[in-house]
């Protein structure tokens, strides 16, 4: 019983805020989620990002662990998701980038921040920060099929993210009303983004239902077994392996979905992954946090 409290106590905010925002459209009310997810990856997200490592405490030796175990996990789910691409057969652009990229900031986030702490918060944002910079990079070349990956570096979460490293490594401090001018904008992100997540579920118009519940069934095994092969290897202690798996098991993002859209990939196939994975992590989330919490 007192593990079932302390999952709700965890999960429940979570999916709350996902609630309202798919609630508030159902009921017919406006939100105009380009603005609102524009605000979030533009100004709210890489203010969130940079505060947390630019602050943080965290051993640098477990920081740099955590970096490199991140790095290898992704590249790992990576290269077995092109396997799965390749054996079904299934166009790249589409499904490459959502089977290896999960949901770490909507969700990954807020779970490692209610779940574990100010501790867990900084270590996901670490592991944030990894997704953020391969999916940008390789992840945006392979969904809209070539191009220059080095467009990247117009992106505000990129350059949030680096500035965060550079003072977390060399120990600068950033003035006090800075910083919390900072941390202040940095703190609407995690609510504008779960809502943002319910109202973008409320609004998806999912195909091919069956085969997004097995690709789904079959990435939840890739993304919880790799990261799980992977911390073990470099013994990462219980909070740093509950963090990483949960980051890299997170279910399929909206913004796969906004991507595929926008560099015309098969967008309607997409959104049947990101509802199938989505409604599968209310099993897996609590299932995975009840080894840790």
């Excluded at 100004?43 to 602050?55: G, H, W």
């Excluded at 098991?249 to 098969?266: I, N």
Aim: glycine fraction near 8%.
């Amino acid at each position: 019983m007192d593990l079932l409290a302390a999952l709700f106590q965890v999960v429940a905010p979570v999916f709350a805020l996902a609630a309202v925002g798919f609630v508030w459209v159902r009921r017919g009310h406006a939100y105009d989620t380009a603005f609102v997810t524009r605000l979030s990856m533009t100004i709210s997200l890489p203010c969130l990002v940079f505060i947390a490592l630019a602050r943080t405490d965290v051993d640098p030796g477990l920081l740099a662990d955590t970096v490199l175990a991140a790095t290898i996990a992704y590249v790992g789910v990576g290269l077995l998701a092109w396997l799965v691409v390749a054996f079904g057969r299934l166009d790249v652009p589409t499904y490459w980038a959502p089977i290896t990229f999960g949901n770490t900031g909507n969700l990954g986030l807020p779970i490692a921040l209610f779940a574990f702490g100010q501790f867990g918060f900084d270590l996901a944002v670490v592991v944030f920060a990894v997704m953020a910079i391969l999916s940008f990079t390789f992840g945006v070349w392979v969904v809209s099929g070539g191009g220059s990956p080095v467009a990247a570096i117009r992106e505000p979460i990129v350059w949030g993210t680096v500035a965060g490293i550079v003072f977390m490594l060399t120990g600068w401090r950033i003035p006090v009303w800075a910083g919390n001018a900072i941390e202040l904008v940095g703190q609407i992100a995690i609510p504008l983004m779960l809502i943002t997540l319910g109202v973008a579920i409320s609004r998806l118009q999912p195909r091919a239902i069956g085969k997004a519940t097995v690709i789904s069934l079959i990435r939840l095994v890739i993304c919880l077994s790799v990261p799980i092969g992977v911390g073990l290897w470099f013994e990462l202690p219980p909070v740093p392996l509950a963090v990483l798996i949960v980051q890299i098991s997170t279910p399929v993002a909206v913004t796969s979905y906004m991507l595929a859209a926008k560099y015309h990939a098969r967008a309607d196939e997409v959104a049947g992954l990101v509802v199938v994975s989505t409604l599968l992590s209310l099993i897996t989330i609590p299932a995975t946090l009840a080894f840790f919490v």
